[in-house]
């Protein structure tokens, strides 16, 4: 599953992140979400301290902020830099 790149229409965008949500509100008590969500979270924690942890880079986009939103509205982890 991929989600659309920047630069695409925000209709796609809104269609992928709707259906990600039904996934997500369906989930047990571990959901694995393997995918290349095209974001870029950042290193700044402010107001996701709960999601991400202290080993991200760069800085965030807004299809970052769409995958920490996410995360906390389905208190889901970014354990690839949840540390």
Do not use: D
């Not at 995918?35 to 301290?49: D, M, T």
């Not at 999601?51 to 902020?65: L, P, Y």
């Amino acid at each position: 599953m991929y989600a659309p790149q920047v630069g695409r229409p925000e209709s796609e965008k809104e269609a992928f992140w709707g259906m990600l949500g039904v996934i997500t509100m369906a989930k047990s008590k571990v959901l694995p979400v393997s995918s290349n969500l095209n974001g870029h979270i950042g290193e700044n924690r402010k107001g996701f301290e709960e999601v991400m942890g202290a080993q991200g880079f760069g800085v965030r986009n807004q299809e970052g902020e769409r995958i920490l939103e996410l995360c906390q509205n389905e208190e889901l982890r970014m354990i690839n830099i949840y540390v």
